[in-house]
């Protein structure tokens, strides 16, 4: 069984910074890439960043020198450190992974940045 439970949000001001977590059950983390995505009111979900088991990273344009993601093989973890957040990172933030022919989301933590 596949749990991923994301934590950090709230609520910020423009040019601070957060760190979300999400951490992940079962036994499949430490093979896999992990990836955020968010979705903003009335938009469509959309990728953020991703880890691979090796550690490289990709990066959304939209955040590319902003944010970091990482990741924790021992606590089954990732995180993404985000800073000078912009009130359009406004979003929900999702944890998401594929393994096997399933994918994973997790319930979202709220990110809410005011101007």
């Known amino acids: 069984q596949v749990q991923l439970v994301e934590s950090g949000g709230g609520l910020v001001q423009a040019g601070g910074s957060l760190r979300l977590s999400c951490a992940a059950s079962?036994?499949?983390?430490?093979?896999?890439?992990m990836v955020w995505y968010r979705q903003a009111p009335g938009s469509e979900r959309e990728f953020v960043a991703s880890?691979?088991?090796?550690?490289?990273?990709m990066y959304a344009d939209s955040v590319k020198g902003r944010f970091i993601i990482s990741r924790d093989n021992a606590k089954n973890t990732i995180y993404l450190q985000m800073n000078s957040l912009k009130p359009e990172d406004t979003a929900v933030y999702y944890c998401?992974?594929?393994?096997?022919?399933?994918?994973?989301w997790g319930q979202g933590t709220q990110v809410t940045v005011s101007s």
């Open positions: 998401y992974v594929r393994w096997g022919p399933s994918n994973y």
């Open positions: 079962g036994s499949f983390f430490s093979n896999n890439a």
């Open positions: 880890i691979t088991s090796g550690g490289s990273t």
